[in-house]
């Protein structure tokens, strides 16, 4: 299973407004919060599936998502911000 791949997929649901910028930016720490994206997802998903989950650990689960949502849209504005500015060498 490659966890990259299904966190970014399911990132590009939730965000399209980013999905170029998520099929385009492969740095190391985009890939980490796919991965961590996907863990989180799959297992919020597997809760909610799950007959008597507890509420608040979805809700949770929900949050996590959410937050590295919100670092995603970070990290690529950062990276838009960085093919913004020219170099200067130094």
Same mark, same amino acid.
């Given at each position: ?10 990132? =590009?649901?939730?965000? &399209? #407004?980013?999905?170029?910028?998520? +099929?385009? *930016? !492969?740095? !190391?720490?985009?890939?980490?919060? %796919?991965?961590?994206? $996907? =863990?989180?997802? +799959?297992?919020?998903?597997?809760? @909610? $599936? ?11 689960? #929900?949050?996590? %998502? @959410?937050? +590295?949502?919100?670092? *995603? *849209?970070?990290?690529? $504005?950062?990276?838009? #911000?960085?093919? $913004? !500015? &020219?170099?200067?060498?130094?």
């Amino acid at each position: 299973m490659n966890l990259e791949y299904i966190g970014r997929q399911r990132l =590009k649901l939730r965000l &399209p #407004d980013r999905r170029g910028a998520l +099929i385009g *930016v !492969s740095t !190391s720490a985009l890939k980490q919060l %796919c991965v961590a994206y $996907a =863990k989180a997802a +799959i297992f919020r998903d597997e809760l @909610r $599936a799950m007959r008597g989950a507890d509420h608040n650990l979805i809700r949770e689960y #929900d949050l996590v %998502c @959410r937050e +590295i949502e919100e670092d *995603v *849209v970070r990290h690529l $504005a950062l990276q838009d #911000d960085r093919k $913004a !500015s &020219p170099t200067t060498g130094r």
